[in-house]
Structures are given as structure tokens and as C-alpha cells.
């Protein structure tokens, strides 16, 4: 295959990704509906009883890929306090394992959206990720054998850890350098310095770099420039992170997206490439709680036919949904606000969850 034809390949998949992105639920349902193992019978009574999750998790879905964080800080806590009152109460590697399931979709389709729109750098995504994966694996064995009261303390911990970290983190900073200026096809800066345009990218979307720095023009032509350098923090607060990411369901979008913003990434090309490294270490933390539970001494035997299938045949379809909203909502929408609002709602649950771990909830 050709260079050319590559760069076509991706340009037209990017284009028309809203198709790809929508076929995965589509088929993931199906096939859940017609292959996987359930305890007890699965009538239409069974595959229907949790339709109204949709609504929940889009609005979940929707919100955290806003702001760049895991799914789970909203879809973990709901699955403990909101869903017993409207359902049953769930074990918590259930929770854990739904919210896991449900975010690798969202996030995935978030992270597809954002790359179109120009705004992932996937070098900075990939070396992340390559540097929490045993974190994550390490934290997701773990849960497997932590007592409920302590895994709710951590949660509740790791809440409040996030919070404080993301009603302290410096939204403005790195924001649109400038605006570019398209002549005759090329984008130029407002002074008129050429800037980066690749004719395998949509719009005037493109990306020069000189060492470790880095020119990131978007498809509606913004212009972002800022360095690679910052490794070793990122790397500290990912691998922490990660750890949570695979205990909890979340952690790594969290403590990632302030080191990158701590390392002079700009907040909307950190909120991008974030996506990618949640998303995969969220698939990954999935696919060790959905597996390992049996193969840990003293571990949770969590067999496929124990996953509650009947919720995430909705919870999947929303998040996916939710996650290609969410670059439109970004970009519109005061992210700080946003953001401080999510603080707020995480500082109350950790509260509840501190109650909780300690008897009082």
C-alpha cells in the first residue's frame, strides 16, 4: 500500500467516521444478545428491564468526555448510590466492571471524534499509555481481592484526590494561540507565517515539529504550539493514576489530563489526547476484570454469564453516543464551568463513600 493511499484510507475514515463509530454498539448489541452466556433465562422481559440507563449514561457520557476524564467518576458512583434505589444493590466489581465496559465505548468514540477534529496527539497518547499499562493491570488484580469498606475508602479518596486536582487545574492556560488564516488552501497565522497543513487531515488540520516542539493547526483552522518535553511527571502522575484506573474504573483521565496541562500541553489538545489514553487503559482494565477474577488466589470468580449483559446493551450504546457529542459540546461550551461543577459533585460523593467505607452510609 502506498503512502498516498494510506493517507487517503485514514482521511476518508476520519470523514465518514460517525459510521464506523456507530456500527461498534450496533454490533457489540446484537452479539450480546445472541451469544452471551446469562444466568437464567434471557426473554425479552430481561433484555429490556434497564432501558431507562440510556438516559443516565448519555448525560454521563457526555459530560466527562467533555472535560477529557473516565466515565466511570460519574458512572461508578451512580452504580453505587442512584441505581439501588431505582433497581438492586450491585457487588463492587460489578460496578466497576459495567462502568469499565460501558466507558471503553464512550471514550473510544470520543477519542475517534477528537482526532478528526485535530486535537489528539497521538506520540504524546501512545508513550503514556505504554508507561501505565502495568499500572493499570496491577490495580485492576487488585480489586479482586480488596475488602468492600476499603475499596469504597480508595474510591472515595481518589474522588476527592480529582476533585482537588481539577477545580485547581488552570483551564485557560494554552489556549488558542491563534487563529489561522486560510490563503488560497494553505493556513497562515494572523502575521502571516505559514502554518502546518497535511492533505491527509480534514480541513486546515495539520502538524509541524522542530525537536520537541510541536505546531498543531485544528481542521476549523486554531493553532496550538507547545513541547513534548515533561516525560517523568506525566509518567508519575499516570502510573498513579493507572493504578486507580484498574482498582476503581477511573483515575488515569484524571491525574493525566492535570499533567499534561502541569507540562504545557493546551487544555484542548490535552483533553483530546487524553481520550486515547483512557480509552485504552479502560479496555484493558476491562478485559482483566471481565478474565481475571478466576485466575487470582482468593480473587472474585466473576464469569462472563455473572456480567449484568441486560445493562450494558444500553449503557454502550449511550456512552458511544454521548462520546461523539461531546467534541461539539467543547467546543461550545465553557469547559471551566463545567469542570468546577464536576469538582463539586465529586468532593460530595467522596463524602458519601467515606460514610460508607466506615458504616455510617
Known sequence: MTQDTSAQLKKSFLKYQHLFVFTA????????????????TAGIDYWLEYWWLFLFFLIGATTVNTVGISGSALFVPFLIFVFPLL????????????????????????????????????RLGLTIVAG????????????????????HALLGLALLGAAYLLYTADL??????????????????????????????LGDAGVAVDGDDVTRVTRTGDAYSYTWSGYLERFANYSIGGTFQGLAGFGAGE??????????????????????????????????????????PGGHSLSL??????????????TVTGGQIAPYV???LNTETLTVGVAGL?????????????GVA
Not at 444493590?89 to 464512550?106: C, D, H, N, Q, R
Request: aromatic fraction near 8%; proline fraction near 7%; charged fraction near 15%.
Open 305 to 318: 454469564a455473572s456480567t449484568p449483559w441486560n445493562m450494558v446493551v444500553f449503557t454502550v450504546p449511550a
Open 330 to 332: 467543547s467546543n461550545r
Open 346 to 358: 465529586f468532593g460530595v460523593i467522596s463524602l458519601a463513600l467515606f460514610g460508607m467505607a466506615v
Open 172 to 201: 485557560d492556560h494554552g489556549d488558542s494561540t491563534e487563529e489561522a488564516v486560510t490563503d488560497g488552501g494553505r493556513p497562515r497565522s494572523d502575521d502571516g507565517e505559514q502554518l502546518p497543513d497535511d492533505a491527509d487531515k
Open 87 to 122: 433497581a438492586r444493590p450491585l457487588e463492587p466489581a460489578t460496578i466497576v466492571k459495567v462502568g469499565l465496559i460501558s466507558e471503553s465505548f464512550g471514550l473510544s468514540s470520543s477519542a475517534v471524534a477528537f482526532v478528526q477534529y485535530g486535537l489528539v496527539d497521538r
Open 132 to 151: 501505565s499499562v502495568p499500572f493499570v493491570v496491577g490495580g485492576a488484580v487488585l480489586s479482586f481481592v480488596v475488602p468492600e469498606p476499603v475499596f
Open 255 to 296: 491525574l493525566g489530563i492535570i499533567s499534561q496541562l502541569r507540562t504545557n500541553v493546551p487544555v484542548r489538545v490535552a483533553i483530546g489526547t487524553n481520550h486515547i489514553v483512557v480509552a485504552t487503559t479502560a479496555i484493558l482494565a476491562s478485559l482483566v476484570h471481565v478474565f481475571g477474577g478466576g485466575l487470582v
Open 25 to 40: 454498539p450496533v454490533v457489540f448489541v446484537i452479539g450480546v444478545v445472541l451469544f452471551a452466556p446469562v444466568e437464567g
